[in-house]
């Protein structure tokens, strides 16, 4: 039987940071406003680098680190809501950028919860047997989605990728997983609306900005993710002393705080870098956890036992329990 394991993992922000007093300059908020709402006190914006520049750049980390030939990779997923492009996808240009010949590759989109969701079908690529070596990537310049007149969503996201090499290994790693999504409840979270608009149609919706009903999602994040979240650890038998860390998608430190008591798991279980990055969508996760790698906090030793939750957009809502 063979199973995946998280192998290595990599991260990487673009250079420029911009603080909340830095936006106070350019819109009407506050430093007091932000932080006190959200957690977030700087994020970085790329200046130069699209979404795949990002990717390529923990693509190339992941297969240093790993001593592997590019060649040696079987597929690579990025996550994303920011692609370069619909064609090539960003992930393809990840694959050009890094000569991985012999990969498949693909882009995959549920928002924050598309790295989650990325891991848990890459997963299984290597469970049926078919695939040995994966990149699963998630990746994001969300500064291109924003409307940088609407302090009620600009002051939240930042830019940046995260992402880990998946490997097949013949102890098991992945122990439970649960994967949801609400798409009646979809127009909570908007971005990316390319509207009709061909000679022989009406003119359909046409906003490719990110849009935002704060509260709802607030709401949806306190209930719905963290009823799964305590779902999955009843149903997997882990109680919240089988958990070392949390991570969960970076929006907002209150939501984490208030998520956290819901759970039932201590608070200092949950890992937080909103502060210097803000809300990443896809790659807060991989940020995270290859962040947390890199301080030691995290070691890849198959010793300790990791909740990883992404929600967001979609609606969209996962949670995986992952031995690292
Ligand atoms: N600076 C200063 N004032 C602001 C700003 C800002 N950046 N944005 C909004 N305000 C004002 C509003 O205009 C409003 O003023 P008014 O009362 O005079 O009309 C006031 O602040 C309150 O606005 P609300 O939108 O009601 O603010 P709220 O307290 O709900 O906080 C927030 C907004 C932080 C977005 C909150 O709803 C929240 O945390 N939601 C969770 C959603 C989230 O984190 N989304 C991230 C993306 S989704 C995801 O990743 C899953």
């Not at 090499?165 to 609306?193: I, N």
């Amino acid at each position: 039987m063979t199973f995946a394991k998280i192998s290595q993992t990599a991260y990487y922000v673009p250079e420029q940071v911009v603080t909340n007093d830095d936006l106070a300059k350019i819109m009407d908020t506050s430093d007091e406003w932000i932080a006190s709402r959200t957690g977030i006190k700087e994020r970085r914006i790329s200046r130069n680098q699209e979404t795949s520049d990002l990717a390529t750049e923990v693509a190339k980390q992941l297969l240093e680190k790993s001593g592997l030939s590019p060649s040696e990779i079987d597929f690579i997923i990025v996550a994303t809501i920011s692609p370069d492009s619909m064609m090539p996808t960003t992930a393809a240009r990840v694959q050009a950028n890094i000569n991985a010949s012999e990969a498949f590759v693909y882009d995959l989109t549920a928002a924050c919860s598309g790295f989650v969701f990325a891991l848990a079908t890459a997963e299984k690529l290597i469970k049926a047997g078919s695939y040995k070596r994966g990149l699963v990537i998630g990746a994001e310049v969300l500064s291109k989605t924003l409307d940088w007149s609407d302090r009620r969503t600009a002051v939240l996201f930042g830019d940046g990728a995260g992402g880990v090499l998946l490997e097949a290994s013949a102890q098991e790693h992945f122990l439970a997983e649960s994967l949801h999504s609400d798409g009646s409840r979809g127009q909570k979270l908007t971005s990316g609306a390319y509207g009709l608009q061909s000679p022989y149609s009406d003119q359909g919706e046409n906003n490719p900005f990110m849009g935002m009903d704060g509260r709802a999602i607030f709401d949806f994040a306190i209930r719905d993710v963290s009823r799964s979240i305590k779902e999955l650890l009843e149903i997997s038998g882990l109680s919240g002393d089988g958990i070392d860390y949390a991570l969960l998608h970076q929006a907002n430190i209150r939501i984490l705080d208030k998520m956290a008591k819901k759970i039932g798991l201590e608070r200092d279980k949950f890992l937080a870098n909103m502060m210097h990055y803000g809300n990443t969508s896809a790659a807060s996760i991989p940020i995270l956890l290859a962040e947390s790698v890199e301080n030691g906090i995290i070691r890849l030793d198959g010793s300790q036992t990791l909740l990883l939750t992404g929600f967001g957009g979609g609606l969209t809502w996962g949670s995986l329990i992952v031995k690292i």
